[in-house]
């Protein structure tokens, strides 16, 4: 695929169908990822992904954490601060307000995409050590920007999601990930349910005027 057309696809997809992603593509997609940059080479980043019954089962058991209100304990939470600054908040906010704006009274397709995995039958769990400085959890993101845009370049949708790291001792239960490492974020990919109305194309939310994250010294 063109880059353009790669990089104007990508959103994230809400709602996949049940058809499989080969274990081979999500493989090579991963491998390709590798030659992303990091500090010093330093590759903090690990790639664990949960297909097929283990993943239903994880499904299942964060569902059921959910129903019963356990609160979520994101090992990213932890790691940094959460006292962010008025300018990604104001942002947020933005984001929350468009989706109220475009889906009406229908909010609670969001939740129940959320709550469902987004159906995805696939989902990469993304680890670093959790002695780690920020500069790898900058790597991670290289890192899962590679995958995504590697996997949309072979037809499939995307779905970054830290609400499939709420609860990272499933997360590690399942995925069989060491004690050690952080579980940092989940990108769920699989083929894009075209007719699911979360997935509606015209839903794309706004992005920050250019002026008021751009500026030029000469
Ligand atoms: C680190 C990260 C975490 C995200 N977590 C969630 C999430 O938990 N649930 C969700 O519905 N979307 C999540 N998203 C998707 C964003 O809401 C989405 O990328 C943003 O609103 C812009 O929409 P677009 O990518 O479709 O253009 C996440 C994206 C990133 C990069």
Do not use: C
């Not at 979520?72 to 601060?81: I, K």
């Not at 499939?156 to 990272?168: D, E, F, K």
């Not at 769920?188 to 015209?202: F, V």
């Amino acid at each position: 695929m063109d880059f353009k057309e790669v990089f104007q696809k990508e959103h994230v997809t809400r709602k996949f169908t049940n058809r499989k992603v080969p274990e081979n593509a999500i493989a090579e997609i991963i491998k390709k990822a590798q030659q992303s940059p990091s500090l010093l080479n330093s590759q903090p980043w690990r790639a664990y992904v949960l297909v097929g019954d283990p993943l239903e089962k994880f499904k299942q058991a964060s569902i059921e954490n959910n129903d019963n209100d356990i609160k979520p304990d994101e090992d990213f939470a932890s790691m940094l601060s959460l006292d962010w600054d008025v300018f990604p908040s104001r942002n947020m906010v933005t984001m929350g307000a468009s989706q109220s704006f475009f889906f009406r009274n229908k909010l609670q397709l969001f939740s129940h995409a959320n709550k469902t995995m987004f159906n995805a039958p696939a989902i990469i769990f993304l680890t670093v050590p959790k002695k780690s400085p920020a500069w790898s959890v900058f790597d991670l993101g290289i890192f899962a920007q590679s995958i995504m845009l590697l996997a949309i370049n072979r037809g499939l949708g995307i779905m970054p999601a830290h609400s499939m790291v709420s609860y990272p001792d499933l997360v590690r239960k399942y995925a069989k990930i060491p004690e050690d490492e952080a579980v940092g974020m989940a990108i769920a990919i699989g083929y894009i349910d075209k007719n699911a109305e979360i997935n509606d194309p015209k839903f794309i939310p706004a992005r920050v005027p250019f002026d008021k994250i751009y500026k030029l010294t000469k």
